[in-house]
């Protein structure tokens, strides 16, 4: 993710833990917003951020389902990049897709929140939780708002999940998609999912072997806010 200077992260901290309240957030998805499993069911979903498994040890705003939610352009792109692994006896699994506004605000409050013991051994042991987003792997302004950013990675049918060398949301430097503190295997299942997400337009990060953001995507400079949930895609008009 992009880095912050320091400044900033701490003016975004203040705003999101002082700020009065705004309007009511929205409830209804875009209509270029499709449920990844309605156009690439092949594709596994480990939607972490809609369950305590993950590095703030609780639910996350906005996460009402365990469902990913993309801009049609990007699922389908993830679908073509999922189709070319299956060639090679691979697969994809995605961690996070869409992320709400109210997440990243979730974020902010828990990162200028204590440590915890037991999410900073697991997620982050050394990198303490208020330089994460200085150090780039959390973000204030966060790509996923946008829809077109997946959290990513291999799986090997029957097998299951691929050893990429870290877990998801590791926070450190061994989840650099070159780092050296992995081991060649490791480094070369990375080069394999990055390459079958950058052959369909995807670009990565320079901090994370998992998140990537579709190239072209529809909405560059919007934000959005409403639920995880697939009555997001009812609400709007001709949802189903």
């Known amino acids: ?61 906005g996460y009402r389902e365990p469902v990913c ?14 189709r070319a692994l299956a060639q090679r006896g691979y697969g994809l699994r995605v961690f996070d897709c869409y992320r709400p506004r109210r997440a990243v605000q979730h974020f902010l409050r828990w990162a200028a929140g204590p440590e915890t013991a037991r999410t900073r051994e697991e997620f982050h042991p050394r990198v303490p939780k208020d330089r994460l987003f200085e150090e780039g792997y959390l973000a204030a302004r966060s790509a996923h708002s946008r829809g077109s950013t997946v959290d990513v990675t291999l799986v090997r049918p029957p097998h299951g ?44 990060v320079p901090t994370e072997w998992w998140h990537f953001t579709y190239g072209p995507e529809p909405f560059p400079d919007t934000s959005f806010d409403f639920p995880v949930s697939r009555d997001a895609l009812r609400r709007r008009p001709g949802g189903r």
């Open 69 to 82: 939610l993309l801009t049609r352009e990007a699922a389908v792109a993830l679908r073509r990049a999922h």
């Open 1 to 61: 993710m992009r880095r912050l200077p320091l400044a900033a992260v701490s003016a975004g901290l203040v705003c999101a833990l002082s700020a009065s309240p705004g309007p009511p957030p929205a409830r209804a998805a875009p209509p270029e917003f499709v449920a990844l499993e309605d156009v690439a069911p092949g594709i596994g979903q480990e939607m972490r951020y809609a369950s305590r498994d993950n590095f703030t040890g609780e639910r996350v705003d």
């Open 161 to 204: 999940a691929v050893d990429m060398g870290t877990p998801f949301d590791f926070f450190d430097p061994a989840s650099a998609p070159d780092s050296p503190e992995v081991g060649a295997a490791q480094r070369e299942a990375r080069q394999l999912l990055r390459s079958a997400l950058v052959a369909e337009g995807f670009v990565p």
